[in-house]
């Protein structure tokens, strides 16, 4: 099969969460299978250089836009998967991150920019873009690439295409005046289409147009459909529920495997447990915590959002403290979260480190050397850190919602003696649910036997991408051998006013 994997982050080249760990690894999967499959992102200063040799493989013009946009060809870092960066200075060279500023604003003008990554997209899709390739299927993945089944629905020969939630809660929503300037089709201003209580939606191209929506756990699959998960899209997803499905993200043990992860102070697997120890050493180094003789140290890195809970955690200092354990927290995010941890740090520095950054290299020392995982996000797509602390013998503290129902199984009395407990879940969403949760971890930890099997069980769960390659390219097939139209293409009108929106 020939698949375009559309994307706006992928690791090594550039990343902010848990869509470009899985825009890295699950390309590289499918190539394994034998597929051809090709990967295609914006080129941000950080993804050209670490790109490496790149090429020029053309110039294309779209609609939109007067200066023609590059197209450089090279490889995804360490793997055969051909890479395409679409270059268009004006819209991605600038310093910062892919949606941000440094100082964390939103690009004011991230509408026109992926806006223009997706007709470059949709060019390539279609052959239009002096690649003399046609992909029989277009993966497209959160709102950045909304507008790419949009695109496409309509057009005659079209490759397939799925849209896949990583993040319903980001949507890609512009007013009235930013949608005009787009000069994409008028017809699409409206509730059935890409509108959404009164601003353009990105994410519903995708969620309209695709021939198949599937989102990153089954769980999750099942929560947008309803009022307390679907940010107000369950309607629609309700409405397109015979093509949404869910399929767990995978995890690139390469990357994430406490055996030969070079960025930890000891390597160690389930047989040397014992040289885990090294690592809880270097951690509260890091942070600047003193070593205290029987303390568990429970970890967290994360964006610092609503969706990720440590408000919760923030609530309970007080509770916590009490009970002989230090945390240490690596985020950034919300300036409230990162106050509220700066101060409880402040205030308790010999049992809270916090660090406010992103540094890559302390979130894999943090999975190794903390005891406990802390995950009490308030809705969680799949979630991958949960999965890498499993494979690192930090058993995970989660709530049950998303993914995290999916791969983390609780401690109960019944899970231990049959041996497949390796985390702690908690169902309702408040502090004193996590607290309760968190005395549970602690009364396990204080047994040693029962905490190496949980720890043990823990690193022998399995979510690596091969298992969820092989879903996504049944789902491929499917939809080739089962292709949708759109109702809109059925209607003259608003055929021809796609055809004019030219990539
Ligand atoms: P999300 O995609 O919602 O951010 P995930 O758990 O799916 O959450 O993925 C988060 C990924 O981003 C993980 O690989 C995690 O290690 C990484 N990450 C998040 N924040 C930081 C940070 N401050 N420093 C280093 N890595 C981070």
Redesign the pocket.
Known sequence: MNILFATSEAHPLI???????VSGSLPRALKAAKQEVRLVLPAYPAAISAAGKLKLESDIVLAGSHTPVRLLQGWLPGSRVRLYLVDSPQHFARPGGPYQDDAGKEWPDNAARFALFARAVSAIAMNRAGLDWRPDLVHCNDWQTGLVPALLACRAQRPATLFTI??LAYQGLFDWDTFTGLKLPQEWWSSERLEFHDQFSFIKGGLVYADWINTVSPTYAREIRTAAFGCGLEGLLQYRQDRLSGIL?GADYRVWNPAKDKLLAQTYSARTLERKRANKQALQRAFGLPERAGFPLLGH???LVD??GLDLVIELIPQLIQRRLQLVV???GQPELEQGLRAAARQYPEQIGVRI????Q??HLL?AGSDLFLMPSRF???????I?SLRYGTPPIVRHTGGMADTVIDATDEHLAAGSANGFVFDEMSGEALLAAVDRALGCYGQSQQWTQLQRAGMASDFSWPRSADDYLALYQRLLDDPVEHPDCRRRGVRNVQAEAVF
Do not use: I
């Open positions: 990343k902010t969460g848990g869509l470009a760990d990583h993040n993200n890195v994360g964006r969706q990720k690596l985020g950034s950054e992103y540094d890559e302390l979130a999975e969680e797509p799949c979630g991958l850190n949960q890498y």
